[in-house]
């Protein structure tokens, strides 16, 4: 990730944001161009979203979105995750923007792996909305879940290869092979 080497307020980095062919994250003053991702990881992105439509149906007082639309924590933070589901109606007033997630699910690649686990979860827990942090990986069969607890705690529950991964925030349960199904092999 490369940042503008100065600080941008958040009013400056939204009009850069409007008028830039290049999607583009801020945190704390900091803006970072977002690099592309790979097929597996697009892959990842549309069977977890698939699946989400699949369990919500239609009508749904949930939404859910990819990577095109941010999630903001005032003047903090403006991220694009992979994926993530909001059911709070003050939600739907802002076409480019949520505040209110329940669920958050980033796709991991080694250039971001180490932002993703650390600043970013940071960052991510600063929203009283949100319920699970999801951390998918590229390279095996293997999900990370970070869970809030009814104490305000986080727990980790790992799931891999053969195992029901479980989403509590939006009662969601599928087989870890559904989520990695039509993955091309890693070289």
Request: proline residues 3%.
């Given at each position: 990730m490369i940042a503008v080497p100065y600080y941008v307020s958040p009013e400056?980095?939204?009009?850069?944001?409007?008028?830039?062919?290049?999607?583009?994250?801020?945190?704390?003053?900091?803006?970072?161009?977002?690099?592309?991702?790979?097929?597996?990881h697009d892959r990842l992105t549309f069977n977890f979203l698939k699946l989400i439509d699949n369990h919500f149906g239609d009508p749904a007082q949930c939404r859910f979105y990819?990577?095109?639309?941010?999630?903001?924590?005032?003047?903090?933070?403006?991220?694009?995750?992979?994926?993530?589901?909001?059911?709070?109606?003050?939600?739907?007033?802002?076409?480019y923007v949520k505040r209110y997630p329940e669920l958050i699910a980033e796709v991991l690649s080694s250039s971001t792996q180490t932002f993703d686990l650390g600043k970013k979860f940071d960052d991510y827990r600063q929203l009283e909305s949100l319920e699970e942090y999801v951390l998918i990986a590229q390279e095996s069969q293997s999900v990370e879940c970070h869970r809030r607890t009814s104490t305000n705690i986080w727990e980790t529950i790992a799931y891999k290869a053969g195992e029901l991964v479980i989403l509590k925030s939006i009662n969601l349960k599928f087989p870890i092979s559904e989520l990695y199904r039509g993955l091309d092999a890693q070289d």
């Open positions: 400056e980095y939204l009009d850069i944001e409007r008028q830039s062919l290049v999607r583009h994250e801020y945190r704390c003053g900091l803006v970072y161009a977002i690099a592309g991702g790979s097929d597996n990819s990577g095109n639309v941010k999630v903001n924590y005032q003047d903090e933070f403006y991220y694009y995750p992979d994926a993530f589901v909001t059911c709070d109606p003050r939600d739907r007033d802002d076409r």
